[in-house]
């Protein structure tokens, strides 16, 4: 079996689920038990410069540039530890599926948990190869450690072939990626690379440089809880004020009704009573004036709803998260460019896509280094039908050896 399988498979079965209840860094504790497996891998395998931040959970490394290409710039290739805690990393049981037939896959006899072609029709592209799955009572965690393997798998390759010409290269694993936060604390001055890839993307081929302008709002709505009886003129359900709201956001504009460069409002999480109530949005557009568009209309609505109910009835807290790498990349093109012609090279078809989402390639791009996303050979993120094609995954580390030597 190839190494990056497996790397994958141990990997997998370590618990790195982070949280969003947490204002910690990194966000869950568990998330150093990989941390210490990479630094350690790390050590063994003879990368130098190597540095495990105990206290913020990342993990860096270097592999010295080829005799002669000590000139050439750094590049950095980077991955996040964690997976979404949208469904449970804990107990992960991956199984890889030799010379899959096209058909529906049976995860869970005894659940009777299926993966089905119905559902998921791309599967039939994968015959004959490799696919590891779930269980069906976890997600896999090939978001992001098919990107983790992948970058190690290359390292030991690098180390081990001095023949392979290359610059300097530089290697990065950060936590909390899935809930926001992968770069609050990442080094860039540390890190110290011209530029770097992120390997987090989704299937064989997929190249990304472009991703969603993205804010969050929480919107509080203040009512008045008064006995239903007695209520005529005088009661302000603040359930139905945030219903309200919702409904004078631009109905087309929802995340299901959305796609390609398509922007949108997305109601994520609404609780509360008569008196009180909370509701949490997510914003999003590639385009940047229509993003700055989309939260002044944001803004308009609650002061619309302050005049008709009365000021200080909704209260609107909104902040940027991120924003457009496409700003930056365009400055630095050669780095699609060498992605796309090393993919052509190895018979890979680019597919370039806008990710509709981010990565830590995002933010990073914004923190002085520029950083488009690769694919790493996963589907079904962030659920219990995710996946991964083990051929691709090693199609990937070849990709990644190749890309390096484009910067030799």
Do not use: W
């Not at 590049?75 to 058909?103: E, L, W």
């Not at 299901?256 to 398509?262: D, K, N, V």
């Not at 992605?339 to 914004?366: C, H, N, Q, W």
């Amino acid at each position: 079996m190839e190494r990056v399988i497996e790397n994958f498979l141990r990997y997998a079965v370590i618990d790195t689920e982070s949280s969003e209840e947490s204002a910690s860094t990194p966000s869950t504790a568990k998330q150093h038990n990989l941390a210490k497996v990479l630094a350690e891998q790390l050590e063994e395998m003879g990368a130098e410069e190597i540095t495990y931040d105990e206290e913020h959970c990342y993990v860096y490394a270097s592999i010295p540039a080829s005799v002669g290409c000590e000139m050439a710039p750094v590049i950095g290739f980077i991955a996040h530890m964690d997976t979404s805690p949208a469904v449970t990393g804990a107990g992960v049981k991956p199984r890889v599926i030799d010379n899959y037939d096209g058909k529906d896959i049976l995860l869970n006899e005894e659940k009777q948990v299926v993966m089905k072609t119905a559902d998921f029709p791309e599967l039939v592209s994968y015959v004959g190869k490799r696919l590891i799955v779930t269980d069906g009572t976890t997600l896999l965690g090939a978001d992001d450690k098919a990107g983790v393997a992948e970058i190690m798998a290359m390292a030991e390759r690098l180390l081990c072939n001095p023949d392979i010409l290359h610059g300097k290269i530089r290697l990065g694993f950060t936590p909390d990626e899935e809930v926001g936060a992968g770069a609050d604390h990442f080094n860039v001055e540390l890190f110290d690379a011209d530029y770097a890839y992120t390997v987090d993307g989704g299937r064989l081929g997929e190249l990304e440089y472009e991703n969603f302008n993205a804010a969050g709002a929480k919107v509080r709505i203040h009512g008045r809880s008064v006995h239903p009886g007695e209520a005529k003129d005088k009661m302000r359900n603040a359930i139905l004020m945030a219903q309200e709201f919702q409904s004078m956001l631009p109905a087309a504009e929802n995340p299901m009704y959305t796609c390609g460069y398509e922007g949108f409002f997305h109601l994520d999480a609404l609780n509360g009573t008569v008196e009180e109530a909370a509701a949490e949005y997510i914003i999003r557009d590639h385009d940047r004036e229509k993003f700055e568009k989309k939260k002044e209309a944001f803004l308009r609505i609650g002061k619309f709803l302050n005049e008709k109910y009365g000021e200080g009835t909704f209260e609107i807290e909104l902040k940027d998260s991120y924003y457009n790498m496409k700003e930056v990349i365009e400055q630095n093109m050669h780095l699609v460019d060498n992605a796309k012609t090393a993919m052509e090279e190895l018979g890979i078809e680019p597919v370039v896509v806008p990710i509709r989402g981010g990565t830590d390639g995002a933010r990073l791009s914004f923190m002085g280094l520029p950083c488009p996303n690769l694919c790493t050979g996963g589907a079904n993120f962030h659920g219990r039908f995710e996946y991964a094609c083990a051929d691709d995954m090693e199609m990937m580390v070849e990709l990644l050896v190749k890309l390096a030597g484009k910067y030799a």
